[in-house]
T-cell receptor, first 114, second 112 residues
Framework: DTGVSQDPRHKITKRGQNVTFRCDPISEHNRLYWYRQTLGQGPEFLTYFQNEAQLEKSRLLSDRFSAERPKGSFSTLEIQRTEQGDSAMYLC????????????FGPGTRLTVL | TQLLEQSPQFLSIQEGENLTVYCNSSSVFSSLQWYRQEPGEGPVLLVTVVTGGEVKKLKRLTFQFGDARKDSSLHITAAQPGDTGLYLCAGAKAGTASKLTFGTGTRLQVTL
């Protein structure tokens, strides 16, 4: 399967714990995006990488959130000191640098903070 | 504040009926995508439209981008139970690195 993959698919954690999610984009896609989707809503943009450079962060991304893409391939999203309000589906998408802005999404990581 | 408003929010129809979902905004987008999302999964891209007035057909699905590139519609002919899902429109603005602004979503249920 050459699509976007995310790991884990589900994560249950207690409030105050740290969690880290991984995203593997479609190979050779140099642009990678993280979105967050809460129940009943459309996804909301969190952050964007072009190769290894993080070029934009949403104001939704508090200082408890950090994302990296160290070698311009996979990316990680870490949430420190999780809060119940962090419970959501975290989606990763990738696209090539050309074409009609088409982004391809992974299956998401469902986070539940107890 | 949601920049893209979708209507209706929920739609329950019987197999064989036609339906239209609307995606409206006061902003201009350089491109607009439609996705379908199943529960517990990520959105799956259906189509991208980039030109004002553009119409694209994908089997029983017809997508239209408004002339002013502020709105779009999705029309499904002869709906089938397999069309059930959450339909999301998402727009990208010029100069924003193609980050997507998603609509509020339309949840469609097609019953036998």
């Amino acid at each position: 399967d050459t699509g976007v993959s995310q790991d884990p698919r589900h994560k249950i954690t207690k409030r105050g714990q740290n969690v880290t999610f991984r995203c593997d984009p479609i190979s050779e896609h140099n642009r990678l995006y993280w979105y967050r989707q809460t129940l009943g809503q459309g996804p909301e943009f969190l952050t964007y990488f072009q190769n290894e450079a993080q070029l934009e962060k949403s104001r939704l991304l508090s200082d408890r959130f950090s994302a990296e893409r160290p070698k311009g391939s996979f990316s990680t999203l870490e949430i420190q000191r999780t809060e119940q309000g962090d419970s959501a589906m975290y989606l990763c998408a990738s696209r090539s640098g050309e074409g009609d802005n088409e982004q391809f999404f992974g299956p998401g990581t469902r986070l539940t903070v107890l | 504040t949601q920049l893209l408003e979708q209507s209706p929010q929920f739609l329950s129809i019987q197999e064989g009926e036609n339906l239209t979902v609307y995606c409206n905004s006061s902003s201009v987008f350089s491109s607009l995508q439609w996705y379908r999302q199943e529960p517990g999964e990520g959105p799956v891209l259906l189509v991208t439209v980039v030109t004002g007035g553009e119409v694209k057909k994908l089997k029983r699905l017809t997508f239209q981008f408004g002339d002013a590139r502020k709105d779009s519609s999705l029309h499904i002919t002869a709906a089938q139970p397999g069309d059930t899902g959450l339909y999301l429109c998402a727009g990208a603005k010029a100069g924003t690195a193609s980050k997507l602004t998603f609509g509020t979503g339309t949840r469609l249920q097609v019953t036998l």
